[in-house]
């Protein structure tokens, strides 16, 4: 899957690595953390080819598969992983998570800035302004990794952090041959588990993580 060579910054920030921020919201304003440019392209590229497959009715693809990460050399540190499926709930409808991204970006496959989504939830804890009510365990818990101190203006991250995502085709292998081709929902499992075996102390996966170590 080459995740590495591949892989994009996720946040925009300055050389000494301080993120940018953005106000949005009409009767509730507050600062947002900025996602980078290239991971933006990054997500409507991939985005782009579940929603042909889609409009096709091929349905060759099951959703994007997605990592936030650390690197060492050429080596992953995973802190996250996840999935969006091309497939909302009921009726066979394409998922609101993927669907018009290039227009309004609603919610930007998991990573919109919204509150119950990645960039929004993790701005109310590393970004001075929002409701307490809405900064959550888990979010805190990736604001620790990820930034030198929080909540403040421009949080400054502790090292770069890098984003990658693909379409995930039915046809697709995982990262055992032996499997054969699986399926989205299962390469997530997959990948969670092992990454929690090996990066048991990193990984932010709250689901899914091998409780036995």
Known sequence: MQICKNSVPLFKHSEDLNVETKTIGKTTIRQILC????????????????TEDWNCQAD???GLIYMMFLKEEDKVLPLYIGKAETIGKGNRN??????NLHSKQSNFARWEDNYAYHIGDLSSVAVPGHDFIKSTIKYRKWAETLFVEFPVTKPKLKHEVYFWTTAWSKTNIGIWEEFGPIQLTFLEYLLIGVASSVFHELLLNMEGQNRSI
Do not use: A, K, P
């Not at 394409?94 to 669907?99: G, H, K, M, P, Q």
């Open 94 to 99: 394409l998922s609101t998570n993927i669907v």
């Open 60 to 62: 060759d693809f099951d």
């Open 35 to 50: 996602r980078s440019d290239e991971m933006n392209g990054m997500i409507l590229r991939e985005t782009d080819i579940l």
